[in-house]
């Protein structure tokens, strides 16, 4: 048993210190999920042969019914037969230990306390692992939301999540009225840039820009990319006398601001504004700021117009 401890514990080494950095690498993680099965299977059977089912061994190979979870390279029949191996497995072992004396008798205080301890030890790692499962499931889950509503240049939500989270209030209050103001701003000739400076150069202005936005807004305020060179900022409760005091120092913070130090780059844009009204969709309020942009286009760009 010292000898199935030691490779034990030198499997677990190899696995911690020697696949670890290539799994990250490979995104592959069945050799790593091989030799864990391996290692708690045949300690699991040595152990319960030479000390029988009351040492408690038996318990850590009921633990491999949960690897399947976290190994993510296997098929599904794969899956199902290492569950259906350990099913097998115990059974067999608990039908042998009641026909076979163990190959070493220990005094019955020495086998409960191993058996408590075993006990102990593996709800403790079936605690852990149910735990780790919970948080990598979560972490996955926000990068999945980060994914599917973030636009991936400027890291702002992008219009599929706005256009889900009105949809979303809408079908949660629906007997309620709540307001809520919309900002829609263009950069101004942002064609410009890109045909003068070429498309890294244009990205790097709108990163700038989202930061702005993102940085001289509320906490609680909404700020998205849009779309192209178009960004969208969802104000709570604003009346039209905060809206356009908020949207020319966005204005104006633009304005004074070197875009791209390198190129010494700076712009304007052109902000339309639009406070809902009773039983109004958010379509409607953004169908009205996107009618105030355009006449701020027309009326020569870098001002504020509101609907």
Not at 216 to 232: K, N, P
Request: one cysteine or more; aromatic letters at 10%; charged letters at 15%.
């Amino acid at each position: 048993m010292a000898v199935v401890n030691i490779l034990s514990v030198l499997v677990y080494l190899y696995c911690i210190f020697g696949l670890a950095t290539m799994t990250l690498e490979t995104k592959d993680d069945s050799l790593i999920g091989w030799l864990v099965y391996a290692e708690l299977m045949g300690h699991g059977i040595i152990a319960t042969y030479f000390l029988g089912s009351g040492s408690g061994f038996q318990y850590y190979i009921y633990i491999l019914l949960l690897i399947p979870f976290f190994v993510t390279t296997y098929t599904i029949p794969v899956h199902l037969l290492r569950m259906v191996g350990v099913i097998v497995v115990s059974l067999l072992l608990e039908i042998w230990s009641q026909n076979h004396m163990p190959m070493i008798a220990l005094g019955s205080t020495s086998l409960n306390a191993l058996h408590y301890m075993n006990l102990t030890l593996s709800l403790m790692m079936v605690a852990v692992i149910s735990y780790l499962y919970t948080l990598y499931g979560q972490i996955y889950q926000n990068l999945l939301f980060e994914k599917s509503n973030n636009d991936p240049l400027t890291k702002l939500y992008n219009r599929r999540y706005v256009d889900e989270m009105f949809e979303n209030e809408r079908i949660r209050h629906q007997d309620h009225e709540s307001t809520f103001a919309l900002l829609l701003i263009d950069i101004d000739y942002f064609k410009k840039i890109n045909d003068l400076y070429g498309h890294r150069c244009g990205d790097d202005v709108l990163i700038r820009l989202a930061c702005i936005l993102k940085e001289h807004v509320r906490d609680t305020t909404i700020v998205s990319r849009w779309g192209g060179e178009e960004f969208l900022v969802v104000l709570e409760n604003s009346t039209e006398n905060e809206l356009v005091a908020i949207a020319e120092r966005l204005r104006r913070m633009v304005e004074d601001t070197v875009m791209h130090e390198a190129q010494s780059i700076q712009i304007t844009v052109t902000i339309g504004g639009a406070v809902s009204q009773a039983h109004e969709t958010f379509q409607m309020t953004l169908s009205r700021a996107d009618k105030a942009l355009y006449q701020g286009k027309l009326h020569g760009r870098n001002q504020v117009c509101l609907a």
